[in-house]
């Protein structure tokens, strides 16, 4: 029971100064100490937790549940007869053949990093069996495992294998020898001292450290094309990972430093100036975007004038559309239209210029139709606001004024008496749409006496 009480232990809750005070009494759980969860490194972990060894129905369902979840996640063991069969088709990662490899799917970056965080499934399986002994889908939830390498929580072998393999994404299949997983004498009793097949989707890399390794070089180094491509590239696979994520902001940061670690960078042959053109090209295209996404026109603008000093931006379709994007956030809509046509004559069938423009051309034709029905409505108002009379009486005018106006010999009309003084501005307002009309008043209030004249 001794051995219980040698590390520190956690409190499950806090303990208040006035229970210490009172002389309370404390209960302490002989078995508070959890279970560690996520990679095996001491192999005390339990993949089927909460199953007895006599409940054979329920074992046999969560296996079946195992085994259909590694394949769904394409975490399925190989089909091989042996590992000696299986080593024939995986190089050595090491020069001890302690820790074999083989790449079902290339990743799409650098080498991972010593030090990157990564995110990964992965299942374990002893030589010939279908059912992993460990993996990562009993865990965190089913979720994929996010670790920093050099933690103390991967294997060696596992470390060893990351380092060699390109991310952020890749399928590969690691075979290590007990010296390279949980040591020669295994952990018994559930980990024996026998070779491991792990099988690994590695989702996401991202190198935290890469600025910092960067910064700590000496001026020569930092401006050696080969730092600069390490490093931005690094930078660019964190950012691209950012993007997806909706992290604009953070994005952009990676971003900036690129330019900058390109900027300080000493190109010297052909290739190496084209490359480092390229990579400013597309992180400044990249910025615009970022910016865009957060509705940043002139932060939009500013990289695409820089960019301008790179390439002919008139013949950048991509450029092109957002500048158009830009406008278009600025409300400019005309030179919006402008630069989404240039964008389109250079790439007729881009369906994203078309949604644009098409989308546009709507706003303009309601807009358009908004503001004449605005115009009316103002008239409309404007006539009953100033001149507070029904519509019989002005269409009982009109149709006076007409019968007057088509009259060819002189003609006098008298309005009746009592008119109100709305009534009589309306009358005297409509005479001037009439040539010829004339309207006379005489006296005041009720006796006023209105005249309207046909002129020859």
């Given at each position: 029971?001794?051995?219980?009480?040698k590390?520190?232990t956690?409190?499950?809750k806090g303990v208040e100064?006035k229970?210490?005070?009172?002389?309370?009494?404390?209960?302490?759980?002989?078995?508070?100490?959890?279970k560690?969860?996520?990679?095996?490194?001491n192999g005390?972990?339990d993949?089927?937790?909460?199953l007895?060894d006599?409940d054979?129905?329920?074992?046999e369902?969560?296996l079946?549940?195992?085994?259909?979840?590694?394949?769904?996640?394409?975490?399925?063991?190989?089909?091989?007869?042996?590992?000696e069969?299986l080593t024939?088709?995986?190089?050595?990662?090491i020069?001890?053949g302690?820790?074999?490899?083989?790449?079902v799917?290339e990743?799409?970056?650098?080498?991972v990093?010593?030090?990157?965080?990564?995110?990964?499934?992965?299942a374990a399986?002893?030589?010939?069996?279908?059912i992993?002994?460990?993996?990562?889908?009993?865990?965190n939830?089913?979720e994929?495992f996010c670790?920093?390498l050099?933690?103390?929580?991967?294997?060696?072998?596992l470390?060893?294998g990351?380092?060699a393999?390109?991310?952020?994404?890749?399928r590969?299949?690691?075979?290590?020898?007990p010296?390279m997983a949980?040591?020669k004498?295994g952990v018994?009793?559930?980990?024996?001292?026998e070779p491991v097949?792990?099988v690994?989707?590695l989702y996401?890399v991202?190198?935290q450290y890469a600025?910092s390794?960067f910064n700590?070089l000496?001026?020569?180094?930092?401006?050696?094309?080969?730092v600069?491509?390490?490093t931005?590239n690094?930078?660019?696979t964190n950012?691209?990972?950012l993007?997806q994520?909706?992290?604009y902001m953070?994005?952009?940061k990676?971003?900036?430093q690129?330019i900058?670690?390109?900027?300080?960078?000493r190109?010297?042959?052909?290739?190496?100036?084209?490359?480092?053109?390229?990579l400013?090209i597309?992180?400044?295209l990249n910025?615009?975007v970022?910016?865009s996404?957060?509705n940043?026109?002139k932060?939009?603008?500013?990289?695409l004038?820089?960019?301008?000093y790179?390439i002919?931006?008139?013949s950048?379709?991509k450029?092109?559309?957002?500048?158009?994007?830009?406008?278009?956030i600025l409300?400019?809509?005309e030179l919006a239209?402008?630069?989404?046509?240039k964008?389109?004559?250079?790439?007729p069938?881009?369906k994203?210029i078309?949604?644009?423009?098409?989308?546009?051309?709507?706003y303009?034709?309601?807009?358009?139709?908004?503001?004449?029905?605005?115009w009316?409505?103002?008239?409309?108002s404007?006539?009953k606001e100033n001149?507070n009379?029904?519509?019989d009486?002005?269409?009982?005018v009109?149709?006076?004024?007409k019968d007057l106006a088509g009259n060819?010999?002189?003609?006098k009309?008298?309005?009746?008496p009592?008119?109100k003084?709305?009534e009589?501005e309306?009358v005297?307002?409509?005479?001037k749409?009439?040539?010829?009309l004339?309207?006379h008043?005489e006296g005041?209030g009720?006796?006023r006496?209105?005249?309207i004249v046909k002129q020859?």
């Amino acid at each position: 029971m001794e051995d219980v009480f040698k590390d520190p232990t956690t409190l499950s809750k806090g303990v208040e100064l006035k229970d210490l005070m009172s002389g309370s009494e404390f209960e302490i759980d002989m078995d508070f100490k959890k279970k560690p969860r996520g990679i095996l490194v001491n192999g005390d972990d339990d993949l089927f937790p909460g199953l007895e060894d006599d409940d054979d129905s329920d074992t046999e369902d969560f296996l079946k549940i195992i085994e259909e979840s590694t394949e769904k996640k394409l975490l399925s063991s190989p089909e091989y007869l042996s590992f000696e069969e299986l080593t024939t088709k995986m190089v050595d990662v090491i020069p001890s053949g302690e820790v074999k490899m083989s790449i079902v799917e290339e990743g799409d970056g650098p080498l991972v990093p010593v030090d990157a965080q990564v995110t990964l499934h992965y299942a374990a399986y002893w030589e010939k069996a279908k059912i992993p002994f460990d993996s990562t889908l009993t865990m965190n939830c089913g979720e994929p495992f996010c670790l920093r390498l050099g933690s103390g929580r991967f294997l060696p072998g596992l470390e060893i294998g990351l380092t060699a393999i390109r991310g952020p994404t890749a399928r590969f299949h690691l075979l290590l020898q007990p010296a390279m997983a949980w040591g020669k004498l295994g952990v018994p009793p559930r980990i024996k001292p026998e070779p491991v097949l792990f099988v690994i989707v590695l989702y996401g890399v991202t190198d935290q450290y890469a600025v910092s390794r960067f910064n700590d070089l000496p001026s020569q180094e930092q401006s050696k094309f080969e730092v600069t491509i390490r490093t931005v590239n690094s930078l660019r696979t964190n950012a691209k990972d950012l993007f997806q994520r909706h992290k604009y902001m953070k994005c952009i940061k990676d971003y900036q430093q690129s330019i900058n670690i390109l900027n300080v960078s000493r190109p010297e042959t052909e290739f190496e100036i084209s490359e480092i053109k390229r990579l400013k090209i597309s992180s400044l295209l990249n910025l615009a975007v970022c910016y865009s996404k957060l509705n940043k026109a002139k932060h939009v603008i500013q990289m695409l004038e820089n960019l301008d000093y790179l390439i002919d931006v008139d013949s950048h379709c991509k450029a092109l559309f957002y500048y158009g994007k830009a406008n278009e956030i600025l409300g400019k809509t005309e030179l919006a239209v402008q630069y989404y046509q240039k964008a389109l004559k250079l790439e007729p069938k881009n369906k994203d210029i078309g949604k644009a423009l098409e989308k546009l051309d709507l706003y303009i034709k309601k807009s358009s139709k908004k503001e004449k029905e605005m115009w009316l409505n103002v008239f409309k108002s404007e006539s009953k606001e100033n001149f507070n009379v029904d519509d019989d009486f002005q269409n009982g005018v009109r149709e006076l004024f007409k019968d007057l106006a088509g009259n060819k010999e002189y003609a006098k009309f008298d309005l009746p008496p009592g008119l109100k003084s709305d009534e009589v501005e309306f009358v005297k307002h409509l005479a001037k749409d009439f040539e010829g009309l004339i309207v006379h008043e005489e006296g005041e209030g009720r006796k006023r006496k209105v005249t309207i004249v046909k002129q020859l």
